[in-house]
């Protein structure tokens, strides 16, 4: 008979738990019920007063550990934490998100509880057995553990959120010793001037390409046009930004650049991976290593000079062969209006 | 030496990411062996990241503990020597995403733990945050448990070394940003991502240089057999994935615009 237990933490605010959690809690709900299995809830913060709250009618036990040394994600508090709830639970299954904070730790809790772990499942089936990607989302494989407990650590996006119903659960504090670590965390920090430009929630996703800084028909670089336009675009449209290599990689080698771009706007083998409804890419060859990063990303088009780019050969919906500058001045135009 | 670190850099070899893979009965890839094969891309950052810091941290050293089949080994080891120096610490195992990461990470861990002379109050293990073949994230923070180091770090675009010896340390988290943390020095893991530095050039010398020690290394692989540590395969495929792509030529920018508008409000 297994035993679900589905590990949660509070966010940033201190006061909600991450969608990600909520998520993996859905999961968890649907999984046990499809075995009858008892299924225990674990929340870690520095407070969970609040947070609890969402949790309402998900499971009769929410285990917490709690207090000001677990209020930032760090490896040895986190470790700890999430080793003491697991072995309060003693569970065959454990659930949890794969947000930052939990992918930074749970290989190390699943190594302590003498457990297996499998991570960026996006799905899991009644009869547990759990779908993930291998080689940068090429190839998709469903596996099995015979061992125990078997740690599986979901993909955001893949579940939708639990919703509580009814009054918030009773919480049973989990004591813990907050462990002796050597690491002070002093916040987040944005690499990028200005303002944010990766939204992981936007319902589109923008990708420049390197061909926004690349000679034109003219013979110029129009690198200031494509940031006005880019940005423009980006405001308007409320959309995320992803970017090529080639283009990032251009700001280390002295050519013209776009200065809000970073390494973590990088979509690709070497890059992110985001979910999102619908891409749009522009200037952009679309080959191979660039186009694994858009797995998730469900409506595929792309504006390009050259008939013959990776998007043509069945990786977009649609190609408009078109040059990029042109177009994406008439279609600010037209979400200006 | 005040801030001398002894960093030692995981990584598995990976097929060249422009090649197509097909998996096969077991569950592998299709002429697994016969692939060009690269250093894996994060971990390369991470090799990268650890020359720099050892070259402006006198007294340092940087070793490559490498798992795959020897002849693959020797193949990349010979581009691989020509970026910057290092030892390598070679383990004569199995290539692949299919394998198990724990068992992995305890083969990876057994060989950091008999490096003679190593000192482990020095140690950073560096690595890839994920790898490109298997992608889990697992195998860094296990062979850190199993060495008893719970100062890790995944993720990380930038690690600096403050005058102090406390290390300041940039993690990718969600949105788009790094989360800030110090480290009061070694040991700790740390998982990279890109990092900052472009990759070196090759240079022969030091390529001819590092052979003198990758040729005994090579020569005294131990050969590694990895647990399945209860996993099983049900299925791998390649997902079916070209779409019927509409290719639109000629059609006016402002028609286009319209277009595209019309769909993102859908
Ligand atoms: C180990 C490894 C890992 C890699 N990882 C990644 C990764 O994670 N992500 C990634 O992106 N790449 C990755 N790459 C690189 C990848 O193979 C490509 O080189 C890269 O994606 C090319 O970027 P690009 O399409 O922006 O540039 P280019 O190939 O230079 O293409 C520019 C495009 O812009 C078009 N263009 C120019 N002007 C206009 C205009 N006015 N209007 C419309 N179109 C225009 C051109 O037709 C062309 O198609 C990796 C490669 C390796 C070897």
């Known amino acids: 008979m297994e035993k679900i237990f589905v590990l949660t933490h509070v966010d940033e605010s201190g006061t909600a738990l991450a969608k990600a959690s909520l998520e993996a809690v859905s999961a968890a709900v649907e ?44 490896y040895a508090t986190d470790a700890a934490a999430c080793e003491a709830l697991v072995k309060a639970a003693a569970p065959t299954i454990v659930l949890a998100p794969s947000t930052a904070r939990f992918a930074r730790v749970m290989a190390g809790v699943a190594h302590r509880a003498g457990g297996a772990i499998d991570t960026h499942i996006t799905a899991v089936s009644p009869s547990l057995e759990a779908t993930r990607w291998f080689y940068r989302q090429r190839i998709e494989a469903v596996v099995k553990r015979e061992r125990r407990p078997w740690f599986l650590l979901l993909d955001a996006g893949t579940h939708a959120a639990y919703s509580a119903t009814g009054a918030a659960p009773a919480v ?32 589109l996703l923008f990708v420049a390409g390197a061909g926004w800084t690349k000679k034109q028909s003219d013979g110029q670089v129009h690198a200031a046009d494509a940031e006005k336009l880019i940005l423009g675009f980006l405001h308007a449209a409320d959309a995320s930004l992803g970017s090529s290599k080639s283009l990032v990689d251009q700001s280390g080698e002295n050519q013209a650049t776009l200065k809000f771009m970073t390494h973590l706007n990088q979509i690709g083998q070497t890059g992110a991976t985001p979910r999102h409804a619908k891409g749009l890419s522009t200037c952009c060859h679309g080959e191979e290593p660039h186009v694994v990063g858009w797995r998730f990303v469900n409506e595929r088009r792309a504006i390009n000079l050259d008939a013959n780019c990776g998007w043509a050969r069945g990786k977009a919906d649609v ?19 | 030496m005040p801030n001398s670190f002894q960093i030692v850099v995981c990584s598995s070899l990976v097929p060249d990411p422009l090649q197509t893979l097909e998996p096969v009965a077991g569950p592998a890839l299709k002429n697994e062996m016969m692939l060009p094969a690269v250093l894996d891309p994060w971990a390369a950052c991470s090799l990268y990241e650890a020359a720099a810091l050892a070259a402006a941290h006198p007294g340092s050293k940087v070793y490559l503990v490498a798992m795959a089949p020897k002849a693959k080994l020797q193949q990349v ?22 394998t198990d990461a724990q068992s992995t990470a305890a083969a990876l861990a057994e060989a950091i733990a008999a490096i003679p002379a190593l000192d482990r109050s020095k140690l950073l293990l560096f690595g890839g945050w994920e790898s490109a073949s298997r992608g889990a994230g697992v195998t860094l923070q296990t062979a850190g448990e199993l060495l008893g180091i719970t100062e890790q770090f995944q993720g990380v675009d930038q690690l600096t070394v403050r005058d102090d010896g406390q290390l300041e340390v940039l993690e990718r988290v969600e949105g788009g940003r790094h989360q800030v943390s110090l480290c009061q020095g070694a040991p700790a893991v740390f998982g990279w991502a890109t990092g900052n530095l472009a990759e070196p050039r090759n240079s022969p010398q030091m390529g001819m240089a590092n ?46 615009a319209r277009e595209i508008v019309a769909w993102m409000a859908e």
């Not at chain 2, 080891?77 to 195992?93: H, I, N, R, S, Y």
Request: hydrophobic share 50%; proline share 7%.
């Open chain 1, 31 to 74: 999984l046990a019920k499809s075995f009858s299995a008892e299924l225990t809830i674990g929340l870690l913060g520095a407070d969970v007063a609040q947070a609890a709250a969402q949790l309402a009618g998900a499971a009769p036990k929410v285990l917490a550990v709690t207090g000001q040394a677990f209020a930032q994600p760090r």
């Open chain 1, 172 to 203: 049973e504090a989990v004591a813990v010793a907050a462990p002796a670590s050597r690491t002070t965390v002093a916040g987040t920090r944005s690499p990028q001037q200005g303002e944010q430009t990766i939204r992981p929630n936007a319902k």
């Open chain 1, 319 to 337: 190609v408009y062969l078109a040059d990029a500058f042109q177009v994406m001045a008439k279609v600010n135009e037209l979400l200006e209006k």
């Open chain 2, 77 to 98: 080891m010979m581009t691989v020597a020509q970026k910057v120096p290092f030892e390598l610490v070679a383990l004569d195992g199995p290539l692949g995403g299919f």
């Open chain 2, 211 to 256: 052979m003198r020690g990758i040729t005994p290394a090579l020569m005294k692989a131990k050969p590694v057999k990895l647990d399945a540590n209860g996993l099983s395969y049900v299925s791998a495929a390649v997902p079916k994935q070209t779409r019927e792509t509409r290719l639109v030529r000629d059609m006016p920018a402002e028609e286009i």
